[in-house]
């Protein structure tokens, strides 16, 4: 399976904004946007080039995929299964992928980053309705349950994410039982209850050309 190895704080100071990619580090003065807030590379910093239609369109398929974590085919294959559902597309495709496993995992709070909740789950630290998950991107339905296997409840990334989470809350559309470590999908997620800034419109105009 292709993994990104690149440096993450590139992907954020090429979009121009924070996707959170490094967990603590992002509410940091460490975080790359503060330290250097332009474009990666040789002529980042006069990069200003006027955006097409189709450049303001990349850029949010391209933001999109990053805050997820995911590649150019698997994000495709996502849309795909987005235009046969019921509904707006761009909508039902943020559903999906804010209801993948790692996605779940990290708005609950269990891990600090994405990429920390793929880890914990290709571990096999993770367990979905009784049973052990290895794939994270596994698409949660309403009604189902995630939970951390006891053998990795007291990792202190595990801890200390849980910690920092006390002061965030958690999504009204997932049901969070800090004492058991698990939660559990209540509902799909409505469009106000996504935090991702992108414009799924302009991701669905991309791929309708």
């Known amino acids: 399976m292709a993994v990104y190895h690149d440096?993450?704080?590139r992907l954020c100071r090429r979009e121009g904004i924070k996707l959170f990619l490094k967990?603590?580090?992002c509410f940091s003065d460490k975080c790359a946007i503060e330290r250097r807030g332009y474009a990666p590379g040789e002529h980042g910093k006069r990069r200003r080039m006027k955006e097409t239609d189709y450049g303001l369109q990349l850029r949010e398929k391209q933001k999109a995929r990053r805050v997820y974590g995911v590649l150019e085919r698997q994000f495709r294959a996502y849309f795909a299964k987005a235009t046969k559902q019921k509904g707006a597309t761009g909508l039902a495709l943020l559903q999906m992928l804010e209801c993948?496993?790692?996605?779940?995992l990290y708005r609950l709070g269990y891990a600090p980053s994405?990429?920390?909740?793929?880890?914990?789950i290709r571990h096999r630290h993770v367990s979905v309705n009784g049973k052990t998950m290895s794939i994270p991107s596994c698409v949660l339905r309403p009604g189902d349950e995630i939970a951390?296997?006891?053998k990795c409840r007291n990792l202190p990334i595990v801890q200390s994410a849980m910690e920092k989470q006390k002061g965030r809350g958690t999504p009204d559309w997932?049901?969070?039982?800090?004492?058991?470590?698990?939660?559990?999908?209540?509902q799909l997620p409505s469009r106000e209850s996504i935090p991702v800034p992108?414009?799924?419109?302009?991701i669905v105009e991309l791929y309708s050309k």
């Open 114 to 120: 994405r990429s920390a909740a793929r880890q914990l």
């Open 148 to 150: 951390l296997r006891e």
């Open 23 to 25: 967990g603590d580090r």
């Open 174 to 186: 997932l049901e969070m039982r800090v004492e058991e470590f698990r939660g559990r999908v209540l």
């Open 198 to 202: 992108v414009n799924e419109q302009l």
């Open 7 to 9: 440096a993450r704080c």
């Open 100 to 104: 993948r496993a790692d996605n779940v």
